[in-house]
């Protein structure tokens, strides 16, 4: 069916693609096992209700090269039958150029404005470049035209432009789960012609704040000589909108939490610290969330506060990531001495 206009009106499915789906996969005995994950990303996504006719494309994390024919099959029946996801194929290799690589070490460290930390080099681009290229073969195969496609992160920033390619007519989204910098330091990139191609292939570009919508806008405008207005601007005769989602929790699922549970929880942090005050902190061990300066804050207000010497605990929640890029581990080392420092 179409309308007057002659375009597409028929409801199509929601068609999800992260750059991991939202399940670990795990090898067992006899093949292969799932539990959801729970990264930023999927456990953000998952507060949305996915319909029966939904498909969530992305890599399940387990090397495409690792694996036997049979049990690539077993793995993406599994997948498909019981989680309502494709596995993108990826080698070792594939991920080792795209996400360590490009995505880690380019982009994640200049986007969150650590430009000293930013590695350029033409191997992990091609690397990006190609994942990005496999990830849109997979979607034109398992997609249809008249699907919604909903694109997530900085993964995945050639995609849009890619599928649109192939797609004039498809409707895409494309959502930023990290900042985008400002135009100065996005100039930096020797690709920056490319990915604002790609991202400008999507018919809505979300971000969470206005500042990172306006510094998307600034660059378009100085790179591509594209004006805008309230967002909206014009790119090969189509449509593409700018916004702002700021992206919340599930608050009626934390509403759900057992209150006698919460309480157990509660006792037990009562029994370690007793009548101490306790500070919490909790987040990724990731360079860019400020957990080494936030020792030293507590080191410095020990230091010129002793009357709070063994009234006062900071314990702090920090979850590894990212283990195989060296200058996380770093990051990793330098916490670990400064904990032991402040404790001793």
Same mark, same amino acid.
């Given at each position: 069916?179409?309308?007057?206009?002659?375009?597409?009106?028929?409801?199509?499915?929601?068609?999800?693609?992260?750059?991991?789906?939202?399940?670990?996969?795990?090898?067992?005995?006899?093949?292969?096992? @799932?539990?959801?994950?729970?990264?930023?990303?999927?456990?953000?996504?998952?507060?949305?209700?996915?319909?029966?006719?939904?498909?969530?494309?992305?890599?399940?994390?387990?090397?495409?090269?690792? /694996?036997?024919?049979?049990?690539?099959?077993?793995?993406?029946?599994?997948?498909?039958?019981?989680?309502?996801?494709?596995?993108?194929?990826?080698?070792? #290799?594939?991920?080792?150029?795209?996400?360590?690589?490009?995505?880690?070490?380019?982009?994640?460290?200049?986007?969150?404005?650590?430009?000293?930390?930013?590695?350029?080099?033409?191997?992990?681009?091609?690397?990006?470049?190609?994942?990005?290229?496999?990830?849109?073969?997979?979607? !034109?195969?398992?997609?249809?035209?008249?699907?919604?496609?909903?694109?997530?992160?900085?993964?995945?920033?050639?995609?849009?432009?890619?599928?649109?390619?192939?797609?004039?007519?498809?409707?895409?989204?494309?959502? =930023?789960?990290?900042? +985008?910098?400002?135009?100065?330091?996005?100039?930096?990139?020797?690709?920056?012609?490319?990915?604002?191609?790609?991202? /400008?292939?999507?018919?809505?570009?979300?971000?969470?704040?206005?500042?990172?919508?306006?510094?998307?806008?600034?660059?378009?405008?100085?790179?591509?000589?594209?004006?805008?207005?309230?967002?909206?601007?014009?790119?090969?005769?189509? @449509?593409?909108?700018?916004?702002?989602?700021?992206?919340?929790?599930?608050? #009626?699922? +934390?509403?759900?939490?057992?209150?006698?549970?919460?309480?157990?929880?509660?006792?037990? /942090?009562?029994?370690?610290?007793?009548?101490?005050? !306790?500070?919490?902190?909790?987040?990724?061990?990731?360079?860019?969330?400020?957990?080494?300066?936030? !020792?030293?804050?507590?080191?410095?207000? =020990?230091?010129?506060?002793?009357?709070?010497?063994?009234?006062?605990? /900071?314990?702090?929640?920090?979850?590894?990531?990212?283990?195989?890029?060296? !200058?996380?581990?770093?990051?990793?080392?330098?916490?670990?001495?400064?904990?032991?420092?402040?404790?001793?």
């Amino acid at each position: 069916m179409k309308d007057t206009a002659g375009r597409r009106t028929e409801r199509g499915r929601l068609v999800l693609v992260s750059h991991k789906l939202p399940v670990t996969i795990e090898k067992t005995g006899g093949g292969f096992s @799932a539990t959801r994950s729970t990264g930023g990303l999927a456990t953000g996504i998952s507060s949305l209700t996915m319909a029966a006719s939904s498909v969530w494309i992305g890599y399940a994390g387990v090397p495409a090269d690792g /694996l036997t024919s049979p049990q690539k099959r077993q793995l993406d029946e599994m997948l498909r039958k019981e989680h309502g996801c494709i596995n993108v194929a990826l080698s070792g #290799q594939d991920f080792q150029l795209y996400y360590n690589g490009f995505s880690n070490n380019t982009l994640w460290p200049l986007f969150h404005y650590f430009q000293v930390y930013t590695s350029y080099s033409r191997e992990t681009w091609q690397g990006y470049y190609n994942v990005n290229r496999k990830f849109a073969e997979a979607v !034109l195969k398992h997609a249809k035209p008249q699907d919604t496609i909903w694109i997530h992160d900085y993964q995945l920033m050639l995609l849009p432009g890619m599928i649109r390619e192939k797609w004039p007519e498809a409707t895409i989204g494309f959502f =930023l789960h990290i900042p +985008f910098p400002s135009h100065e330091l996005f100039r930096l990139l020797p690709c920056r012609q490319e990915l604002l191609d790609g991202l /400008l292939g999507a018919d809505l570009v979300g971000f969470h704040t206005w500042s990172y919508a306006r510094h998307f806008l600034s660059s378009v405008l100085r790179l591509c000589g594209i004006e805008n207005t309230f967002g909206r601007m014009e790119r090969n005769g189509r @449509a593409v909108q700018v916004d702002v989602f700021p992206m919340g929790i599930d608050a #009626q699922r +934390f509403a759900r939490v057992d209150p006698v549970g919460e309480a157990d929880a509660g006792h037990k /942090l009562a029994g370690w610290f007793g009548d101490m005050r !306790l500070v919490i902190s909790i987040d990724r061990l990731d360079y860019t969330k400020g957990l080494l300066q936030r !020792l030293q804050a507590w080191e410095r207000f =020990l230091e010129n506060e002793p009357r709070w010497h063994g009234k006062v605990t /900071l314990l702090v929640l920090a979850v590894p990531t990212r283990t195989r890029i060296p !200058l996380y581990r770093q990051s990793k080392d330098d916490f670990e001495r400064a904990v032991g420092r402040i404790n001793g």
